[in-house]
């Protein structure tokens, strides 16, 4: 009997853990393709960051009714850098709570909503100008294959 449910368990437990919505993907080096993966375990969600984020960081914030996670990519323009030096703030990712986002008027926000899920509601701020250094690598497509590549968990 024993040896039924080890077997059992052995056969099970990988098909489980393949049923898990997370991406398995290392966040401590850089993709095949050179971008990047980026996790938020206590918001959950994850996003694929361009390869052109080397040496990005992040920070997270608290407002009254939200959170920001801030990503900051290296730059040499010095009109950026006031808030982390020698950085520039591409995205900022901001989390409600599914409560607090019905109050907004979506249409208003500078926020586009990517999804909800965890009783969150999830949406995505874009710098408004990018540094001279980033001109030629940030474009419309630069953004759209961030928000395809972020996900609930």
């Known amino acids: 009997m024993k040896k039924v449910v080890i ?7 990988p098909i489980l853990s393949s049923c898990s919505s997370k991406r398995d ?13 980026y996790r938020n ?4 969600f994850s996003v694929i960051l361009p390869k052109e984020f080397e040496n990005y960081h992040t920070q ?11 990503f900051f990519v290296p730059t040499s323009d010095e009109r950026f850098g006031t808030q982390v030096p020698g950085y520039a703030k591409p995205i900022v990712i901001r989390v409600f709570d599914e409560d607090e986002w019905a109050t907004i008027n979506e249409a208003s926000s500078i926020y586009k909503k990517l999804g909800e899920g965890n009783n969150k509601v999830y949406t995505i701020l874009f710098w408004e100008k990018e540094p001279k250094d980033w001109q030629e690598v940030w474009h419309g497509e630069v953004e759209q294959a961030i928000i395809d590549n972020f996900e609930i968990e």
């Open 7 to 13: 077997t059992l368990l052995l056969l099970v437990l």
């Open 25 to 37: 993907l290392p966040t401590d080096k850089a993709l095949e393709d050179g971008s990047f993966f």
């Open 41 to 44: 375990t206590s918001l959950a």
């Open 60 to 70: 997270k914030t608290s407002g009254v009714n939200y959170i920001d996670v801030e």
